[in-house]
């Protein structure tokens, strides 16, 4: 079974700092497709960044980078000079794609960044 | 541009109940999902459709049934509603291109159940 872990709960950073999230994932399957998001206090779901499998280049989106590890199975989320905006709940999820883009998604991570 | 719309927002329910969530998309996407979202478990897939008239169970399926009504409607029932299904509930939908893109999300549904 495809598994997604996010072992931070909550982190906080200072505004105009960096911060790293961490995901890492399980799955035996070659090919497949990763996928940052935010959701703020208003519940809304806003996709950040996405990586395919088959790219060895990191996806880069303004501010927000991935450092994708396939072998090590890890796919971490930078965001560079935070700011207030970014506070959030952030999710890491999964998907093989195919028929269907079910979502496997990791137990999130909660940003706070302050002032 | 409305993407995908839930209804409603907020409810409540007594224990027992029934109550039906409504989902539609106007983006002609195939595919469409129910998830429902508590705390520190992430969002977990309820049922899912990959097209019109098909529907899947997802992993946390007892409890719910789902009606693929058209290619854009796609609603989740709650039969005898639980305490245990107090929950936030989202419904996506994707296209269906044999190779993954972007699911987009309703703006939620609060439920719960006393």
């Known amino acids: 079974a495809q598994t997604v872990t996010q072992s931070q709960p909550e982190m906080s950073v200072q505004e105009a700092e960096t911060v790293t999230l961490s995901c890492t994932y399980d799955?035996?399957?070659?090919?497949?497709?990763l996928f940052w998001y935010k959701q703020p206090p208003s519940r809304q779901m806003i996709l950040v960044i996405r990586?395919?499998?088959?790219?060895?280049q990191n996806a880069t989106e303004n501010r927000f980078s991935v450092n994708f590890q396939k072998a090590a199975k890890s796919f971490s989320l930078k965001i560079s000079d935070s700011q207030l905006g970014d506070t959030a709940m952030y999710f890491c999820a999964f998907t093989t794609g195919g028929a269907t883009n079910k979502l496997i998604f990791g137990t999130g991570t909660l940003l706070a960044v302050q002032p | 541009n409305a993407g995908v719309t839930q209804t409603p927002k907020f409810q409540v329910l007594k224990t027992g109940q029934s109550m039906t969530l409504q989902c539609a998309q106007d983006m002609n996407h195939n595919s469409m999902y129910w998830y429902r979202q508590d705390p520190g478990m992430g969002l977990r897939l309820i049922y899912y459709?990959?097209?019109?008239?098909?529907?899947d169970k997802g992993e946390v399926p007892n409890g719910y049934n789902v009606s693929r009504l058209n290619k854009r409607e796609f609603s989740l029932r709650l039969e005898s509603a639980a305490p245990s299904q107090t929950s936030v509930y989202f419904c996506a939908s994707s296209e269906d291109t044999g190779r993954s893109t972007e699911a987009f999300f309703g703006q939620g549904t609060r439920l719960t159940v006393v």
């Open positions: 459709s990959a097209s019109e008239g098909t529907t």
């Open positions: 990586q395919e499998a088959y790219k060895q």
């Open positions: 799955t035996s399957e070659s090919n497949y497709y």
